[in-house]
């Protein structure tokens, strides 16, 4: 029997026995299903970790490690029969209970990277157990692609292991987010707590690197050692780390606590200015926090071939190879940014630790953030703020691709959480609910956060309950919107001038709320009258909105978040007089930028830009002097008349080595051949960017007749920015010749000296085939194919494009493209072949 029930939605058939649902309800129960199965969720604790040992050899051979790990736990709360452990691509061998009679033998299986152990009896949350796992690991086998922060997902790294290659023999670890299973045997999870030893037997001149302090080293009579790290105080299972190799050690201290610096020999000078603030940012952050370092100790070191940029183990951070630096190339270091972010994880990270990966915000939120804390400190706010309106930049170039929870539950792997909208766009939502709170209440509650939480996993309810503790505000109308929602604001605003003294202020909130929520945002509006600064709190919190500003004196410009504090985007209308204006009167130096970057951009023909950007080469802010130079630069002939003693004046003596690199490039637009005795002196510079910009100049001037006398002084200096200068040249005269010196500077460049090198190695190798054009096909299509970060993979792809009528070449591109499983690279490469492809 069927009967016709007839719904708001549609006539649904139902037999005798079927439940009356309509479809559309249907459709709505499928997705909710999906969502609770596709859910994130926090990783269950079966067994509390209480303490790791690892007594491990390595096989440099085979890259293997030998291991030997006694893992001491409890159940955590359910009495529990059997033990499962991540151990990826392990070779087991046996596992023990250790007991007081001594060691019993356990059955077990090891099946699908996961070992379990099954115990002879039950164990209880009152029961302490110890079980002993020899093994084998094998961290090369079965490795994915990894992301964009972390390119691999080895776990151990033996870099140069046979010793043939031309670099140092190492080893290293990277273990987050899940990747410290592939080299002992643990629960891998975020939300674990151990403390752990781990000895190390290794060939006698490697020095070895681990959590905590050395211990002891034991001479062994094969020309071995065997190293023994202890960290006593408890940190999650992927902070674990080591390194292996033959480093020097740079001796610091802050407050009697170490502080050692560890890079190759060659960098030993350098590393001493690359990493000298080191102790002044551990007092810094202690002061602000409230909390001291927590630690032991605070190691650093460089390896190569690292798969990150660098990472936060705890005691040990390892960086990226871009930090071995020369003496000379280190007086340009811009690496006080990440050497603060990896800093300030010991706390959020290491000390209070994400409980799950869906909240890695709290470790790369703050982590991101205290780079603006360290510049403003130590470089003042205009600095910071420029450093926050370049990561404002990240996040919006990304939220254009996608738009994502800041907290999320739903993500395909781990790693995609590490992107801009964790890192950049947490560091923004700090800053806005600093500045809302003011700094007291702001760090009194990280103070709060930090104590109540020491050693644990938190979530990000955690953090908003530390602000409401301390502050006594309900804050889940800026958590909600911000931490567990996806989008950005966008205000459409004017400003009616009608009333003078009483400016009314519209603003509509125009975001798409079907996908992005209505936010309550606090806000400043200010204006200048007789040179003096006002401002006034106003909170946004419908989607239109009127404010009458009661400025009480008359007022004809009004700015809205004139400091850039707002994560947000604006639709409004400003005509060049507004801009001209704050150029002219605004206190904060990154409205200035804004200022003059949108009349360049909006009205280049305006006919007083060349004196406005003319007068801002006096700006107190080296990137506003810098921003003029490049104004000019673009226009050389709209250089006002007297100008260039001023440019001359910045290339011999700004404190800001860009500004006076960016000086010495005008000045050779300007009058190349006047310049070329200053140049040759420049050339010589302590600054590379200073040098390089002489070097690069005095080549193209074509009236210096002794050019390639000059560029041969210089072809055996290995900084990436005269060797840039050197290719120009080359490349430019079409010089033969130069083929191995373009071969020798590609296989001694990485990471980003390789990325900025690679376009000039394919010019010149297309330009002079007969140089070695077949060679140098053969390497970019390596580089192209191998695993080297994304960025350098799609430049030599695009280099190969030089060649692409040479036989043989479009069809190993088109394998390529065929055979890239990363979607993003895949784009690039589909944008180069697009002509090419059916």
Known sequence: MKTDIQTEDSVIQLGVNEQLVPRTSSLLAREWESKVADYRATDTRYFDILHTALDLRFDFSTQQVLGSAELVMKPYFFEQKEVVLDAKDFDI????????????????????????????????????????????????????????????????????PTGEEAKPTQIWTQGETAHNSKWFPTFDSPNQRMTQEIKLRVPEKYRTLSNGVLLSSELHQDSTRTDHWLMDKPHAPYLAAIAVGEFVEIQDEWKGLPVNYYVEP????????????????????????????????????????????????????????????????????????????????????????????????????????????????????????????????????????????????????????????????????????????????????????????????????????????????????????????SGHPTLAYEVDYSIPDNLLLTIRQTQDLTTTPLYRIPFKVSWYHEGKRFEKDLVLDKAFQQFAIENSVPVNQLYLDEEKVLLKKTVTNRPKEFFIKQLQESEFAIARYEALDSLMTYFPNELRLPSLAANTLDDTFWANRELAIMYFAKAPTLVPAGLEEKIYELAEQDPQNTVRLAAIELLGMLDGEKYAPAMLRWMNDPSYYVAAAALGTYLVEETNSNRKEIAERYTSDPNIRMTVALAEYFIQESLLGKGDWFHERLDAYNRRSLYYFIGYYGEYFTKLPEEGMEKAIERLTKIAKSEEPFYIKIAAFSALFGFVDQPGVLDSLKQMYDAETDESVKRYQEYFLMQYLD
């Open 93 to 160: 061998h046996r596992v023990d209970l250790l007991e007081i009679g001594g060691a019993l033998p356990l059955n077990y299986l090891y099946k699908d990277n996961e070992l379990t152990a099954y115990l002879p009896r039950v164990f209880h949350d009152t029961d302490t157990l110890r079980l002993k796992i020899n093994y084998t690991a094998n961290p090369n086998e079965n490795n994915a692609a990894g992301s964009r922060a972390i390119t691999d997902t080895k776990g151990l790294y033996f870099i140069n």
């Open 266 to 485: 060659a960098f030993q000078e350098g590393a001493k200015e690359v990493f000298k603030n080191t102790p002044e940012m551990i007092g810094f952050f202690s002061n602000l926090l409230g909390v001291d370092y927590p630690w032991q100790q605070y190691n650093q070191v460089v390896v190569r071939d690292f798969v990150s940029g660098a990472m936060e183990n705890t005691t040990l951070s390892i960086f990226m190879e871009d930090l071995n630096l020369t003496p000379r190339e280190a007086i340009d270091s811009e690496w006080d940014g990440i050497i603060a972010h990896e800093l300030f994880h010991q706390w959020f990270g290491n000390l209070v630790t994400t409980e799950s990966w869906a909240n890695l915000t709290l470790n790369e939120a703050f982590a991101n953030y205290s780079e603006y804390l360290w510049y403003e400190y130590k470089l003042g706010r205009d600095e910071a703020n420029m450093h926050h309106i370049a990561e404002m930049e990240k996040y919006f170039g990304e939220a254009e691709q996608k738009q994502e929870d800041l907290i999320r539950f739903y993500y395909d792997d781990p790693e995609d959480m590490f992107d801009n909208h964790s890192y950049a766009k947490g560091g923004r939502i700090l800053h806005m609910l600093r500045r809302h709170l003011g700094d007291r209440a702001f760090f009194a509650s990280l103070k709060h956060y930090l104590t109540k939480h020491a050693y644990s996993a938190v979530e990000v309810h955690d953090l908003r309950l530390a602000f409401e503790e301390v502050t006594g505000m309900d804050l889940n109308w800026f958590f909600n919107p911000w931490f567990l929602a």
